[in-house]
Nanobody, 122 residues
Framework: QVQLVESGGGLVQAGGSLRLSCVASARAFSNYNMGWFRQTPGKEREFVAAINRRGDSIYYVDSVKGRFTISRDNAKNTVYLRMNSLKPEDTAIYYC???????????????WGRGAQVTVSS
């Protein structure tokens, strides 16, 4: 069982930046591929970014490429999502997730955090 806890959300003006963190309880954190997802009311959860266990394969949804950066620190059991040039349409609850399987497949994620609210004002 893996417990994931997100932090770093908040309210920011358009054009601003935030960094989300997700701390995992897993002993073997470095064995998990990690992802970030987001969801707004009435919509399906959307894949945002993912990073494999070694950190040498990274994936982004097109809408955040060039603005968001996913990274991980296996020594700290933590994955990050740096978000720059934020837009109002980035407003959502952001979820951290973990999987043993394909990090690029949103259906393969087994463990989820409770989410962190990100609100971008125009």
């Amino acid at each position: 069982q893996v417990q994931l806890v997100e932090s770093g959300g908040g309210l920011v003006q358009a054009g601003g930046s935030l960094r989300l963190s997700c701390v995992a309880s897993a002993r073997a954190f470095s064995n998990y591929n990690m992802g970030w997802f987001r969801q707004t009311p009435g919509k399906e959860r959307e894949f945002v970014a993912a990073i494999n266990r070694r950190g040498d394969s990274i994936y982004y949804v097109d809408s955040v490429k060039g603005r968001f950066t996913i990274s991980r620190d296996n020594a700290k059991n933590t994955v990050y999502l740096r978000m720059n040039s934020l837009k109002p349409e980035d407003t959502a609850i952001y979820y951290c997730a973990a999987t043993w399987r394909d990090p690029a497949n949103r259906l393969d994620y087994d463990y989820w955090g409770r989410g962190a609210q990100v609100t971008v004002s125009s």
